[in-house]
């Protein structure tokens, strides 16, 4: 191995288990949601408001941990939300009534967004364009491992210890997560790289890049993609246990799939970062995710009770996601070369937000039918190429606005 690629690889190594904390918290408790509702004495759209609180407080912290990024360095801000997440993650293991959990899945959303947004900044100060896709490939590929294992070791902790086995698991993986950013996390923004993060500047940089093209339609695409995957993920306790009739242990049938293709998109997208245009590599994503949504439809129509009917083409459609998310990061963080914090920062406010939405609104409305989801995807997905489409939406319009 050449000593770049050990760079990059160490780096990555680094940074995918900060982003692995977003789809640990978010995934891991989903099989315990009917145990959970019965001991809370809830419905299952309460439990689904749990998922959505932890979304919003996610997207709304991470306009502010972008900027203050930017402001302090990478470093400390990692380290204090990692701290915050640990408290949050111990008082949810002794909580008692829904409203304490409800309360402290925002906590856990607000603290775990730190992770997300500075480790795509860390990616983007350390690297050039090229090496940066290549690592954020590598951090896709390791990312998978998240929403992969997540559900099956909540299903696993559920059918042994009950629904707390579950909080404290995600307490101890974020104690880990402290000691290991406190020993080996570096800082990769210098003192004279750091802008002040007062709040009127950062509301115009937000609302500068709301205003500007190249950045809007790669993180809109972003969004829409991976927010007509997370209808089937956020519905994923209904599919498994109600449509398929599976148990506990049984969520590794959706999300292997899911694994399977963000490892190999991950992979093909990391060797062809010096090959193919990030912008024809975003236009090739979409075109297989819609490949893969007609795929499920058609599984869903013919055989709605097959397992590998259903769920095998997600494979096809994560593929499609990784093949396109380092490119889609990549176009937008470069619109602001000097505020890569604040950009990372809307960029994950907007694709969360959006995903929130869905799971507030959407997700507990159509779920008791597989082909009502598989329509809100499809629709989610035409009118993530539509933005895509539009002039200046494959990158060769529009040169990118800075901000310094």
């Known amino acids: 191995m050449r000593p770049e690629q050990r760079t990059r690889l160490r780096f990555a190594l680094l940074v995918a288990p900060l982003s692995m904390l977003a789809p640990f918290s978010l995934d891991t408790y989903l099989p315990s949601f009917p145990a959970m509702a019965d001991a809370l004495v809830v419905d299952m759209a309460a439990m689904q408001a749990t998922l959505s609180a932890y979304l919003v407080a996610f997207a709304v912290a991470t306009l502010v941990a972008g900027p203050l990024s930017d402001a302090f360095g990478r470093r400390p801000v990692v380290l204090w939300a990692l701290l915050a997440y640990v408290v949050t993650s111990a008082l949810l293991v002794v909580a008692v009534d829904y409203w304490q959990v409800l309360t402290l899945r925002m906590g856990q959303g607000l603290a775990a967004a730190a992770g997300v947004v500075v480790g795509r900044a860390l990616i983007r100060d350390r690297f050039d364009p090229t090496d940066a896709r290549r690592v954020f490939a590598l951090v896709t590929m390791m990312f998978a491992i998240g929403p992969a294992v997540a559900p099956i070791i909540g299903g696993w902790l559920q059918a042994a210890f009950g629904w707390r086995s579950v909080f404290a698991f995600l307490l101890l993986y974020g104690l880990l997560l402290l000691l290991a950013a406190r020993r080996w996390l570096p800082e990769t923004l210098p003192a004279a790289g750091r802008v002040a993060s007062h709040p009127a500047p950062v509301l115009r940089g937000y609302l500068a890049s709301l205003?500007?093209?190249?950045?809007?339609?790669?993180?809109?695409?972003?969004?829409?993609?991976?927010?007509?995957?997370?209808?089937?993920?956020?519905?994923?306790?209904?599919?498994?246990?109600?449509?398929?009739?599976?148990?506990?242990?049984?969520?590794?049938?959706?999300?292997?799939?899911?694994?399977?293709?963000?490892?190999?998109?991950?992979?093909?997208?990391?060797?062809?970062?010096?090959?193919?245009?990030?912008?024809?590599?975003?236009?090739?994503?979409?075109?297989?995710?819609?490949?893969?949504?007609?795929?499920?439809?058609?599984?869903?129509?013919?055989?709605?009770?097959?397992?590998?009917?259903?769920?095998?083409?997600?494979?096809?459609?994560?593929?499609?996601?990784?093949?396109?998310?380092?490119?889609?990061?990549?176009?937008?963080?470069?619109?602001?070369?000097?505020?890569?914090?604040?950009?990372?920062?809307?960029?994950?406010?907007?694709?969360?937000?959006?995903?929130?939405?869905?799971?507030?609104?959407?997700?507990?409305?159509?779920?008791?039918?597989?082909?009502?989801?598989?329509?809100?995807?499809?629709?989610?997905?035409?009118?993530?190429?539509?933005?895509?489409?539009?002039?200046?939406?494959?990158?060769?319009?529009?040169?990118?606005?800075?901000?310094?």
Do not use: K
Not at 212 to 238: C, D, E, K, Q
């Open 211 to 404: 205003r500007n093209p190249a950045f809007l339609r790669p993180v809109l695409v972003h969004a829409g993609m991976f927010g007509a995957m997370f209808l089937f993920i956020a519905a994923s306790p209904t599919i498994i246990y109600q449509h398929l009739g599976g148990g506990e242990r049984d969520f590794w049938w959706l999300f292997l799939p899911l694994v399977g293709g963000l490892v190999v998109g991950g992979f093909v997208a990391g060797r062809s970062a010096g090959r193919l245009r990030p912008a024809t590599a975003v236009s090739i994503g979409l075109a297989l995710a819609g490949l893969s949504l007609g795929l499920v439809g058609l599984g869903v129509l013919l055989a709605p009770e097959r397992v590998p009917a259903v769920t095998l083409p997600f494979a096809l459609y994560s593929f499609a996601l990784a093949t396109a998310m380092p490119s889609a990061t990549l176009l937008a963080l470069d619109c602001y070369p000097g505020r890569r914090g604040m950009a990372a920062a809307m960029q994950a406010f907007i694709q969360l937000g959006f995903s929130a939405l869905l799971a507030l609104f959407l997700v507990d409305r159509l779920d008791d039918v597989l082909w009502q989801l598989v329509v809100a995807a499809l629709a989610i997905w035409a009118l993530a190429v539509l933005i895509w489409l539009l002039p200046g939406g494959s990158g060769r319009a529009a040169a990118p606005r800075t901000l310094n």
